[in-house]
């Protein structure tokens, strides 16, 4: 069974430009979550999505989006690169917002330069 | 909203002891309290977690501890083994699932032979 998968792995983007993120949840899982890890703020959450709608957002400017598709699939999208974007953007799936058990992906390390 | 605060932030301990990190949660409504894995280049692994309804839960060699008049839990892992460095997190949630998860600093735990 695969994992949650993210792509790409690595991103170096220049300040001002946008960025697009992608991740595949576990088959079967229609939960997924965003978080951002930085080594001076840790894992903090972004977003969550479920069936396509957002359930729950955490204390991101309105440069960060994300959406869901009927797949499950989501895409997290940050706009008007600054450099302390820098980060590795984690995704995490589950089998609804019910369950308890989240399955990290390997992350996108994004570089701001 | 909630804040976790997670100690130490690193953690040598020689192979066959025993570790203990400890967290102090913010909102008194949270109610699930998860613990991470995170071993380098991965994404966060569930090894172990508790509900506010319960006082210890273990798992061969982790256990974990809430004390929810103290609003602290912690994580106990015994006879330890080089397998076991990583850094490790606590988080908290106010829904019993891992939606929406508010994480620790997180604690380098190093296993010396």
């Known amino acids: 069974k695969a994992g949650v998968t993210q792509t790409p792995r690595y991103l170096i983007k220049t300040r001002g430009q946008q960025v697009t993120l992608s991740c595949s949840p576990i088959s079967g899982h229609r939960s997924v979550s965003w978080y951002q890890q930085t080594p001076g703020q840790g894992l903090q959450f972004l977003f969550e999505?479920?069936?396509?709608?957002?359930?729950n957002k955490g204390n991101f400017p309105g440069r960060f989006s994300g959406r869901q598709f009927s797949n499950s699939r989501s895409e997290m999208n940050v706009s008007t690169l600054e450099l302390g974007d820098s980060a590795l953007y984690l995704c995490?799936?589950?089998?609804?917002?019910?369950?308890?058990?989240?399955?990290f992906g390997q992350g996108t390390r994004l570089t701001v330069v | 909203g909630e804040n976790v605060e997670q100690h130490p932030s690193t953690l040598s301990v020689q192979e066959g002891d025993s570790a203990v990190i400890k967290c102090t949660y913010s909102d008194s409504a949270s109610n699930y309290f998860p613990w991470y894995k995170q071993e380098l280049g991965k994404g966060p692994q569930l090894i172990i977690d508790i509900r506010s309804n319960v006082g210890e839960k273990k798992d061969q060699r982790i256990a974990v501890t809430l004390n929810k008049t103290a609003k602290h839990f912690s994580l106990h892992i015994t006879e330890t083994q080089p397998e076991d460095s990583a850094v490790y997190f606590c988080a908290a949630s106010i829904s019993g699932t891992a939606s929406k998860l508010t994480f620790g600093t997180g604690t380098r735990l190093q296993v010396t032979l």
């Open positions: 995490a799936s589950s089998r609804d917002p019910q369950n308890t058990e989240a399955f």
């Open positions: 999505y479920f069936s396509e709608t957002q359930r």
